[in-house]
């Protein structure tokens, strides 16, 4: 029993984090139509950016948002000066958002050296709390609020929010939501930076779990991408369902069958390609 | 007409007399090409890394002349993949005419060449890789190893886990790959002869996102756990172990804890028992200064990666000495290579046997936090003169599979 608890809780952690990471994602892939290659680089960049501030004895949390932030500006930056000039060839793009990767991949070898660094959770939760006769790190609990919060604000702001509309309608139909007037270039930029720093702050809430190291970026984009087609382009709602069902999925994967963990990962995302184009939650196919 | 041919051939023939005589007087005076296989790029650079520094302080220290002769160093960056590894072995052989290679990092990158390097008749001494079967069922004639094997002080450490620690039942978790599986498995072969059980065995992937899953899983009354982590995830396991509250005492690889990621580890390293051909903390002169050197040029404790390319390069030394610098005479000096002695090297004697891998001593290591604050692997046993084959026979060592997942079995799973 306390297995299937433990690791229950195990999924839903690392699906909290496949959330934070993969949500804005999924909306610049929904809205400008190109897989971001650079989001796993933006995610290993801010959990980089949060170290520093860290070790600068700053707050936890405000190193979190600071981390944020200072990747939704780059993530604007790149918007208006690389992918702009691109617009339209989105193979273009694809390959620049891949060049932009290995660049952000190899100033962080260079600025913080190679060494792996885990980073340190917030002194209020620290520890292993008793959870039905098994120990569960407060932490991992933390993260699962954490990404419900995000999850419930974002939300808040595609569904109830005129900006959020904006970007609904240009996910639906980009050349429709042109001509009604919508200023399209101005939602990708908005979206970039709001997928920027989604990918920052979560490598800085994912530090205290995965580490900083060389390859994280790596690591991650493979998970983001196939929550992302699991789940549907473009969907807040997939984007939940894709995480936390991945992140069941590679838990007990690894836990229960560890020598096909990655079969069992990437073979629903065969097959929902196959059978499903626009994934489980998609208003568009990929 | 014969007087003809005579006049013309004759400067020729002066021209190449005089160029075979001068050969050997110039060969000397010429600098020693050595290729430097390294990785600055990708998931491997931090190793890459302390290795170009233990090189560069051998070679400062040295002034970069080796037994007489200066030194020209060609260093290229295999980013740590098997493929770019050839084709730079293969740069530093025919382009840079390089006489002998230190290099590469990884077991795989070192396999990645072994064809090569027998084709091509390159001496090459690894500063890292430490796959078993380059120096017992696959010794390649050019390969010598300045590290041990994967195995070789897992062995020690089984012993030292059933006999001193008085373990009986340990849990093992290891990267899925080679180095993590040649590790557990000379660990459960040496403490499983000493009458201890490995109970549990686990495999996560190199690149595993969360430790978690498999920290849920570990048998909580079993005696100890056993790690065999490389690169990151060392640091990463340890740190989650922590968290989820478990409270069995650690014992670990050598790279699960050494210097190079110790640094930047916390109280969560504490107390964990590894054992390893080299650690900062041993109590010599030889090392004491190697190791002050170190911390003034770099700032940090030499680990590893450092003490293999350092070591290699003093292996490169002891050999060129032997044959008073003529690494031309490849023969005689793969020879003097081949039964190359240190007695200078920061880790005690280093002598290699008739395999090419290095006979030394295994230290079993504890960490601790020094006066300063500062975590060190102290030592708290010494094996004298360890060999890749334990006090097994070698024969019959070799003519069993090469150490794996599956082997040896694991007949004491529950």
């Known amino acids: ?286 | 007409m014969i007087k003809r041919l005579i006049s013309r051939a004759l400067p020729g023939v002066l021209a190449s007399l005089a160029l075979a005589l001068s050969i050997p007087a110039k060969a000397q005076n010429e600098p020693i090409r050595v290729g430097f296989l390294t990785v600055k790029s990708g998931a491997l650079a931090a190793g890459g890394r302390q290795m170009e520094e233990g090189l560069a302080l051998f070679l400062k220290e040295h002034k970069n002349t080796i037994a007489g002769r200066k030194v020209e160093l060609f260093t290229a960056d295999t980013a740590g993949q098997p493929a770019v590894t050839k084709t730079k072995a293969q740069e530093l052989v025919e382009r840079d005419k390089v006489q002998v290679i230190i290099g590469p990092l990884a077991a795989f990158e070192a396999l990645a060449i072994d064809d090569y390097i027998r084709q091509a008749k390159v001496p090459i001494i690894s500063p890292s890789a430490a796959a078993e079967d380059l120096t017992q069922r696959k010794v390649n004639p050019w390969f010598v190893r300045a590290v041990g094997t994967s195995a070789q002080p897992m062995h020690p450490l089984g012993e030292y886990a059933a006999k001193t620690l008085g373990y009986k039942r340990v849990v093992t978790i290891g990267d899925d790959f080679a180095f993590g599986h040649e590790g557990v498995a000379g660990f459960q072969r040496a403490f499983e002869d000493n009458g201890g059980k490995v109970v549990q065995k686990l495999w996560s992937p190199l690149n595993v996102a969360d430790y978690g899953t498999y920290i849920s899983q570990i048998d909580t009354k079993a005696d100890a756990v056993l790690i065999a982590f490389a690169g990151a995830n060392g640091p990463r396991f340890l740190k989650q172990y922590r968290e989820y509250g478990v409270k069995l005492p650690v014992i670990a690889s050598m790279t699960s804890v050494d210097e190079g990621v110790l640094k930047n580890m916390g109280d969560e390293a504490l107390g964990v028992i590894s054992s390893g051909w080299y650690t900062a903390g041993i109590d010599s002169a030889v090392n004491k200064n190697f190791v002050h050197a170190v911390n003034q040029e770099y700032k940090a404790d030499p680990g590893y990666y450092t003490v293999g390319a350092y070591g290699a390069a003093l292996m490169l030394e002891e050999a060129l000495k032997k044959v008073n610098g003529k690494i031309e005479d490849k023969d005689a000096f793969m020879k003097a290579l081949r039964s190359a002695a240190v007695t200078n090297d920061p880790r005690g004697v280093v002598r290699l046997d008739e395999y090419g891998n290095p006979i030394m001593n295994v230290y079993i290591r504890k960490v601790e936090r020094s006066r300063d604050g500062k975590l060190v692997n102290a030592v708290v046993k010494t094996y004298g003169g360890v060999s890749q084959f334990w006090n097994y026979e070698p024969k019959q060592f070799l003519a069993n599979p090469v150490y794996s997942r599956d082997y040896p079995p694991a007949k004491n799973l529950e």
């Open chain 1, 1 to 286: 029993m306390g297995f299937w608890i433990t690791q229950s809780l195990n999924s839903l952690a690392l699906g909290g984090l496949l959330f934070i990471l993969s949500a804005g994602f999924s909306l610049i892939f929904g809205l400008m139509r190109i897989a971001n290659l650079s989001h796993g680089a933006y995610f290993m960049l801010g959990a980089y950016v949060g170290l520093t501030l860290l070790q600068r004895g700053v707050n936890f949390w405000l190193a979190a948002l600071a981390a944020g932030a200072a990747i939704a500006i780059l993530g604007g930056l790149v918007e208006r000066i690389v992918l702009r000039q691109l617009a339209g060839r989105t193979l273009s793009q694809v390959l620049a958002t891949l060049g932009i990767a290995f660049i952000i991949a190899d100033a962080c070898l260079w600025i913080w050296s190679g060494d792996p660094i885990p980073l340190t959770g917030p002194a209020s939760l620290r520890g292993a709390v008793p959870v039905l006769g098994t120990h569960f790190p407060l932490y991992r609990l933390g993260v699962i609020g954490i990404a419900a919060v995000i999850a419930l604000a974002l939300w808040l702001l595609v569904e109830k929010t005129r900006i959020g509309a904006m970007i609904r309608a240009g996910v639906d139909d980009l050349d429709m939501a042109r001509a009604v007037g919508i200023p399209v270039k101005a939602l990708f930029t908005a979206v970039f930076c709001l997928g920027s720093a989604l990918a920052g702050l979560g490598g800085v809430i994912a530090g205290p779990i995965l580490s900083v190291y060389p390859g994280l970026d790596a690591d991650m984009l493979p998970l983001a991408l196939v929550v992302v087609i699991l789940g549907g382009v473009g969907s807040l709602g997939g984007a939940v369902l894709g995480s936390i069902v991945i992140g069941f999925i590679y838990t007990f994967g690894n836990a229960l069958l560890p020598d096909l963990a990655y079969v069992i990962l990437f073979l629903p995302m065969v097959i929902v390609l196959v059978a499903r184009p626009r994934g489980l939650f998609g208003r568009i196919a990929t």
